[in-house]
């Protein structure tokens, strides 16, 4: 007779489920209730801070544009930064890399992080470099959940989960999409694998952060796909073939990040003298190029490749920028940048094809994000809010799109402490840990247990 033990067993009799779930309702109830008070006030805090950061770096962004002048202090203002993160104790911060180490082991992030990643990345745009912010807002929201954990002396498991709070309140008020960054935060920090006892508190810090925003003025962005072409094989096999593309973008993405961060502290042990020098490059390259687009976050080329416009080499450049200046110091984030490479290089595959390239353009945001980050469900839905009808309509090439970019990017990512969970060119299904326990109806993990009598 065949073990139940060597196949996926289904749960018990009804009966037992109901004696199960009665005993646990409790448990479950006491779970739920608790984590909706923490992560409602992960959310407020965090939301509270997201507008205070979202009006410095629009304070920031229309200053440089008005005086773009400033770009010359640039080399000064990576040489303040890199002094705050030193006389703070942080000279050797990891950025995301750390909130994903708190969710990956529940190690505790100083609550310091928040208003020096702030400052920082602000400044980082005041002076014109080439950065996002959401990667910030990360760091930020986690930061703020480590220092409420504390609060509430929360242990190791729970730290994890509340730093995964933090995430998706972070991204949430900054950008407005509390639903992709919701799903951001189970899926960026272990490939494979969603660890679905945060989705409620995720959910519910997402929205009170995003909604706290909105009622305090802050904006969220949307683009328009300005055509949407019916779907036909023809049409599926042009998405297909640019989500491929893509992929490969991606990998560039984050070969170039790498690189060119290890190139500099190569070259430039002192990392002051790394922070000056990178942003002397940055306003050589601009003075050789003779334009702006490439500094700050560049939201304007991105919707300027929703309307059909773009520079075939305007993703490589931004490759080149993004990776100059948060590979020398500077502070952001890489989430914006990807949009930006994504988008012109879908425009300009969609104008050779002469195949609607807003379309493309949106196809191309999420399907290099995905690639980069190794997070199809959030690509999808970040296409889905920010191109809100327009988006829907397109959703099933955002699918493809998303499907593509993910498997061919390989292991590639732009975050070190990525990791990979479940390799994506197995066809194999991960088995639970520990045995079936017939009378609860589900898998229990002894690991522990038979550590302990080992």
């Not at 910030?136 to 730290?159: H, N, P």
Request: with cysteine.
């Amino acid at each position: 007779m065949e073990n139940h033990k060597d196949r996926l067993p289904v749960r018990n009799s009804l009966s037992a489920r109901i004696k199960t779930g009665a005993r646990s309702a409790g448990k479950e109830i006491a779970f739920f209730l608790k984590w909706v008070m923490i992560s409602m006030i992960v959310g407020l805090a965090a939301g509270f801070a997201g507008t205070a950061f979202s009006y410095g770096l629009k304070f920031a962004n229309h200053t440089i544009a008005a005086h773009p002048a400033l770009m010359f202090g640039l080399p000064v203002a990576g040489v303040l930064i890199v002094w705050l993160y030193h006389i703070t104790g942080r000279a050797n911060d990891k950025g995301t890399d750390q909130i994903l180490l708190s969710v990956q082991t529940g190690e505790r992030v100083s609550i310091i992080v928040a208003p020096l990643i702030v400052l920082s990345t602000i400044l980082t745009h005041l002076f014109g470099g080439s950065a996002g912010r959401e990667g910030a807002a990360l760091q930020m929201g986690g930061s703020i959940a480590s220092g409420i954990g504390k609060l509430f002396r929360l242990d190791k498991r729970e730290m994890q989960l509340i730093a995964m709070c933090g995430m998706s309140a972070g991204f949430a008020a900054l950008f407005g999409t509390p639903v992709a960054a919701a799903v951001f935060a189970l899926e960026v920090a272990g490939v494979g694998v969603i660890g679905y006892p945060a989705f409620a508190p995720c959910v519910i810090a997402g929205l009170t952060a995003s909604r706290l925003a909105t009622v305090l003025g802050v904006e969220a962005e949307h683009f328009t796909i300005l055509s949407v072409p019916a779907l036909t094989p023809g049409s599926l096999c042009k998405v297909l073939i640019l989500s491929a593309l893509c992929a490969g973008v991606s990998i560039l993405l984050c070969v170039a990040m790498h690189t060119v961060s290890d190139l500099m502290k190569k070259y430039f042990k002192n990392p002051y003298l790394r922070a000056a020098a990178g942003g002397a490059i940055i306003i050589l390259l601009t003075l050789i190029l003779r334009t702006n687009d490439y500094l700050g976050a560049g939201m304007d080329v991105i919707l300027q490749s929703f309307n059909g416009s773009a520079r075939p080499e305007a993703f490589l450049l931004k490759i080149l920028f993004t990776a100059i200046t948060l590979g020398s110091g500077f502070k952001g984030g890489e989430i914006v940048p990807s949009f930006f490479i994504g988008s012109v290089f879908g425009c300009v595959f969609g104008n050779l094809l002469g195949f609607s390239p807003s379309l493309c353009a949106a196809v191309g945001m999420l399907a290099v994000f995905c690639g980069a980050t190794n997070s199809p469900f959030t690509a999808l839905l970040i296409g889905l809010e920010l191109c809100g009808t327009s988006g829907v309509q397109a959703l099933p090439y955002f699918l493809l799109a998303a499907a593509v970019s993910f498997t061919l990017s390989g292991d590639f990512s732009l975050y070190h402490n990525q990791v990979f969970l479940f390799p994506k060119d197995e066809a194999a299904y991960i088995a639970p840990k520990g045995e079936f326990d017939s009378e609860q109806g589900f898998w229990v993990d002894t690991s522990s247990h038979l550590e302990s009598h080992s």
